[in-house]
């Protein structure tokens, strides 16, 4: 699976699944931070994998809702 995901990369021999140009950001206040949890969230339900971030198995959508999901997270 990996393989056929990867896409060829002049800075890499083989092939690679991530992009490799990510624009990192600074995280400089707590409402941006809520912003980007909320962001992470909402993928599998923007994805159509679920209706609910709470849905999503891995998720710490549920533990910031107030439940207690699979893994232990720590708040930010």
Avoid: T
Wanted: aromatic share 12%; charged share 25%.
């Amino acid at each position: 699976m990996m393989e056929r995901a990867g896409m060829k990369n002049s800075n890499v021999q083989n092939r690679q699944f991530w992009q490799q140009h990510n624009k990192p950001i600074e995280l400089w206040s707590s409402k941006v931070i809520d912003q980007k949890v909320d962001y992470i969230h909402q993928n599998p339900v923007e994805s159509g994998f679920v209706l609910e971030p709470e849905h999503w198995k891995y998720s710490s959508a549920i533990d910031y809702a107030g439940g207690k999901g699979l893994l232990e997270i720590d708040y930010i």
